[in-house]
């Protein structure tokens, strides 16, 4: 995923709001997402963001898109324990081929 | 419905050995991918298929082959396993190229190759 850049590790209190950020280069992408991936486990998709979308918000989720800087962010409200996990920022590509970024290991301190 | 499921979960080779991965998946989707997943690297797709018979390369295709014989089936194959192959090896599936429509992935096959 050289095109989809994330900082490698985050940590944060429990109750806190985490905010994990991805930037990527294909401005061509029309949906980006985030999955989470839970220890031993395969990736969950998350939520997703249609390019021509500023926000998105579910529930304790809120996802931000800056179009211009090619610059997309995860907040989660509320921190707890069992959002501990690695996060990975996702474009979507032709077919349906997703570009991942190298992922962004969240740690919940309790 | 188990989703997407992938056989073996762990599994050690020698280098030279080979072995093939399978995936399967009852959701009735079309497309289906195998990605390997190193620290610091993200996903990288391998190979890819968009429906029963066919087979494309993803970005990191060489080593390995593929066969999507049966819609529901996804084949990995290692002929000639090599150190550099040692990772994890996820499936996923999708009901089309509606980007809308998430993958599901398998909880993936730790693969060592000594």
């Known amino acids: 995923g050289e095109d989809v850049e994330q900082s490698l590790f985050l940590s944060v209190r429990e109750g806190d709001s985490s905010v994990i950020n991805c930037t990527y280069t294909?401005?061509?992408?029309?949906?980006l997402y985030w999955y989470k991936q839970e220890p031993g486990a395969g990736l969950q998709l998350l939520t997703y963001?249609?390019?021509?979308?500023d926000m998105k918000q579910d529930q304790r989720l809120t996802v931000l898109l800056n179009k211009k800087d090619k610059h997309l962010s995860l907040r989660i409200a509320d921190t707890q324990t069992g959002d501990s996990a690695i996060y990975f920022c996702?474009?979507?590509?032709?077919?349906?081929?997703?570009?991942f970024g190298t992922g962004t290991l969240l740690a919940v301190q309790p | 419905n188990a989703g997407v499921t992938q056989t073996p979960k762990f599994r050690v080779l020698k280098t030279g050995q080979s072995m093939t991965l399978l995936c399967a998946q009852d959701?009735?989707?079309?497309?289906m991918y195998w990605y390997r997943q190193d620290p610091g690297m993200g996903l990288r797709l391998i190979h890819y298929?968009?429906?029963?018979?066919?087979?494309a390369k993803g970005e990191v295709p060489d080593g390995y082959n593929v066969s999507r014989l049966k819609k529901q089936n996804f084949l990995l194959g290692l002929e000639s396993a090599a150190p550099s192959q040692t990772s994890v090896y996820f499936c996923?599936?999708?009901?089309?190229?509606?980007?809308?429509?998430?993958?599901?992935f398998g909880d993936g096959t730790r693969l060592s190759i000594l």
């Open positions: 996923a599936s999708s009901y089309g190229a509606d980007l809308t429509e998430p993958q599901h």
């Open positions: 294909d401005s061509s992408s029309t949906y």
């Open positions: 963001i249609f390019s021509n979308m």
């Open positions: 996702a474009r979507g590509g032709a077919t349906n081929k997703l570009i």
């Open positions: 959701m009735n989707h079309e497309y």
């Open positions: 298929s968009v429906g029963e018979g066919t087979t």
